[in-house]
Nanobody, 115 residues
Framework: VQLVESGGGVVQPGGSLRLSCVASGFTFSSYGMSWYRQAPGKERELVASISSTGGSSNYADSMKGRFTISRDNAKNTVYLQMNSLKPEDTAVYYC?????????WGQGTQVTVSS
């Protein structure tokens, strides 16, 4: 099982980034997918989640209207489009696949929002 995130980097406040997470080794289309983030000295927090079919999604309050989660089951990939980025969005972003008692995590990708 592998989840590989990409797309992180350094961006100025107000900028945008699109994160990708490519999954392998499990039936991607049967799993709900989520993005989490962890800032230095803070606990890991849920950013957004999307159902296995992509028909429903949820966001943490501070991300609503700025972030969009989506998935392409044909490509085994989940995305996180991040707009209007703020310095407080700086964190390592992780994707997670979950189904019942099963959960898989990626290694994370660093996002730094700084002028």
């Amino acid at each position: 099982v592998q989840l590989v995130e990409s797309g992180g980097g350094v961006v100025q406040p107000g900028g945008s980034l699109r994160l990708s997470c490519v999954a392998s080794g499990f039936t991607f289309s049967s799993y709900g997918m989520s993005w989490y983030r962890q800032a230095p000295g803070k606990e890991r927090e849920l950013v957004a989640s999307i159902s296995s079919t992509g028909g429903s999604s949820n966001y943490a309050d501070s991300m609503k209207g700025r972030f969009t989660i989506s998935r392409d089951n044909a490509k085994n990939t989940v995305y996180l489009q991040m707009n209007s980025l703020k310095p407080e969005d700086t964190a390592v972003y992780y994707c997670k696949g979950s189904r019942g008692a099963y959960a898989y995590w990626g290694q994370g990708t660093q996002v730094t929002v700084s002028s």
